[in-house]
């Protein structure tokens, strides 16, 4: 029953917004799954820190901040550039990978900082989770994560990177729901694996379906390319949710 409540009171939440990183349904899926993922406690504690937002609104606010100047210095956080072929190095750059390592190891040793500034990795954290598992997020430099790849989906003119956040996702009805299913259909010794903190790796899974989104041909999107995206964008969106509730519990337990 209260699964079903969640259900029905999220579908009252999506409201059309920019296309941005996994769109603000995407993000909202995972946040509204991790949340229901969490003891009672480690809930408490989160939201006590993120004050008047709520889940939804943590998960979708990096995006939403992005036309405001002030908040120019968060761009760089959404994604990292690893050439085709390559490996990621370890550096220093402002970075998807560097921003959630700082942010997990603040809120695990958060008693030196105040309650804004725990807000703040918060906010960092609810989204950045999801934008890691989405493939483009971890991609090519050269063509700006499929920014500039533009292809037709169906009979529409889009991008390889509004394909994934966003299109993808309406055509193919991908919900809070149908996501849920996705979770309840993977094993449990898999969920445990998926749960284990690693940031590397989970960007690496990530990279792995570019293959997949890269499987066009003469920049035409057909519905079996969408019918078989809609299964990883699901996926995806499922594992997101279950690592960023096992951040939380770890960060809060």
């Not at 939201?47 to 889940?55: G, P, R």
């Not at 949710?241 to 960060?251: G, T």
Request: hydrophobic residues 45%; proline residues 2%.
């Amino acid at each position: 029953m209260k699964r079903f409540l969640i259900i029905v009171l999220f579908c009252g939440l999506i409201a059309p917004k920019p296309l941005l990183a996994w769109h603000s349904k995407g993000h909202q899926i995972v946040a509204e799954m991790a949340k229901s993922l969490l003891k009672k406690n480690i809930l408490d504690s989160v939201q006590f820190y993120l004050d008047s937002a709520n889940f939804q609104q943590a998960a979708v606010w990096m995006d939403e901040v992005r036309t405001n100047p002030k908040f120019n210095y968060l761009k760089p956080m959404h994604y990292v550039n690893v050439a085709k072929d390559h490996t990621y190095v370890n550096n220093n750059e402002k970075n998807i990978i560097n921003t959630l390592a700082t942010s997990i190891q603040k809120l695990k040793h958060r008693h030196g900082l105040n309650k804004a500034d725990i807000k703040m990795q918060l906010l960092l954290l609810f989204h950045l989770i999801g934008d890691l598992h989405q493939p483009l997020h971890v991609a090519y430099g050269e063509d700006r994560g499929g920014n500039d790849i533009h292809l037709r989906y169906l009979k529409k003119k889009t991008n390889l990177h509004t394909l994934w956040d966003a299109d993808i996702i309406a055509r193919e009805h991908i919900s809070l729901s149908t996501c849920f299913n996705k979770l309840k259909s993977m094993n449990e010794q898999d969920k445990m694996k998926a749960q284990h903190i690693d940031l590397l790796n989970w960007m690496n899974e990530s990279r792995a379906h570019l293959i997949a989104v890269y499987d066009f041909k003469d920049n035409f999107i057909d519905a079996a390319y969408s019918a078989k995206s809609k299964n990883t964008i699901e996926t995806q969106l499922a594992l997101a949710a279950l690592r960023l509730a096992a951040v939380l519990e770890d960060a809060f337990k």
